[in-house]
């Protein structure tokens, strides 16, 4: 099992942003990422900055750690813009970058470019064309394609990725036609558990959910023939029924840490410590868990 971060881009570089970045390859995390929204929940109304250029600057400060959005979606995206973006990262990152992508929701960037909010419907249509355009465009070097929401003219994208074939997705997805969608096209799947047991659930119901979730995994790669071993299984903390108790020793961490893996989980990502919010957590204890804790579990 892997351990990784998320910092969110609330502090400017040179005021602590960089330092964050850079403390995370000296911790020994195996990816840090970022959130790719133009402002976010209770941060709406403080510093929020873009993911590219924050991961951009992150490439050039640090030099194993790899990088990422947790994650990218359609609500402000264009599959052509964002590939050339996406080249131009895992580039400066010398084959560092993933990207984390999902559907996107309802919040301020569903309408931020002043369009009404997608139904449910077609926010599912329009990540299956803007995922599928977005592989060709990472791996083809001349790409036209005319499709109902997401087309591409001639679009030129030379010369590639340097991971090859492309740069990984890693596909957040809970229903059906999203794990689909990861069965597909993913070398990974997010999951931040089922939404609808974060107020009420237990632990345990959680679990189970998560299990239920990698089985429907299971089955979408065996649709189409695919090994679902083959797909990197990343659980992004905090918003399940345990909230932010796992990082509260680095014992707690350990017995949250044991029995996702059990459930076949390869990589957790917590986030990095942000004072007076819902990631308050000790500093201390948050080194201590990213040195420490994956230790305990003899990983």
């Known amino acids: 099992m892997r351990l990784s971060t998320v910092i969110l881009p609330v502090r400017r570089w040179h005021d602590g942003g960089r330092a964050e970045w850079v403390r995370a390859e000296?911790?020994?995390?195996?990816?840090?990422?970022?959130?790719?929204?133009?402002?976010?929940?209770?941060?709406?109304?403080?510093?929020?900055?873009?993911?590219?250029?924050?991961l951009t600057a992150a490439a050039a400060a640090t030099d194993r750690l790899r990088l990422g959005t947790l994650v990218t979606s359609p609500n402000f995206r264009h599959p052509v813009t964002l590939a050339k973006d996406l080249i131009s990262l895992d580039d400066v990152s010398d084959g560092r970058i993933v990207l984390g992508i999902g559907a996107g929701g309802v919040g301020?960037?569903?309408?931020?470019?002043?369009?009404?909010?997608?139904?449910?419907?077609?926010?599912?249509?329009?990540?299956?064309?803007?995922?599928?355009?977005?592989?060709?465009?990472?791996?083809?070097?001349?790409?036209?394609?005319?499709?109902?929401y997401y087309s591409a003219v001639e679009a030129r994208n030379i010369p590639g990725c340097v991971q090859r074939p492309r740069l990984p997705f890693a596909v957040a997805a809970t229903g059906p036609r999203g794990l689909r969608l990861a069965a597909r096209y993913g070398q990974a799947w997010v999951?931040?558990?089922?939404?609808?047991?974060?107020?009420?659930g237990t632990p345990e119901e959680s679990r189970e959910a998560l299990?239920?979730?990698?089985?429907?995994?299971?089955?979408?790669?065996?649709?189409?023939?695919?090994?679902?071993?083959?797909?990197?299984?990343?659980?992004?903390?905090g918003f399940t029924p345990d909230r932010t108790r796992p990082l509260e020793s680095v014992d707690a961490f350990v017995d949250f840490a044991?029995?996702?893996?059990?459930?076949?989980?390869?990589?957790?990502?917590?986030?990095?410590?942000?004072?007076?919010?819902?990631?308050?957590?000790d500093p201390d204890v948050f080194e201590r868990i990213a040195t420490e804790g994956l230790a305990q579990l003899g990983d």
């Open 26 to 54: 000296q911790l020994g995390f195996h990816a840090a990422y970022t959130y790719d929204h133009l402002s976010w929940r209770t941060f709406r109304d403080g510093p929020w900055f873009g993911a590219v250029p924050t």
């Open 191 to 200: 999951t931040t558990g089922d939404p609808k047991l974060f107020e009420s």
């Open 258 to 281: 044991g029995r996702h893996r059990e459930l076949g989980f390869t990589e957790l990502v917590i986030h990095a410590p942000i004072p007076d919010s819902d990631f308050a957590v």
């Open 108 to 148: 301020f960037d569903a309408t931020a470019l002043g369009q009404e909010p997608w139904s449910p419907r077609e926010r599912a249509d329009r990540f299956a064309e803007f995922t599928a355009l977005l592989d060709r465009l990472l791996t083809e070097g001349d790409v036209s394609q005319e499709g109902t």
């Open 211 to 237: 299990r239920r979730q990698a089985d429907a995994l299971a089955t979408a790669c065996a649709e189409i023939g695919r090994e679902p071993a083959g797909i990197e299984k990343i659980l992004l903390t």
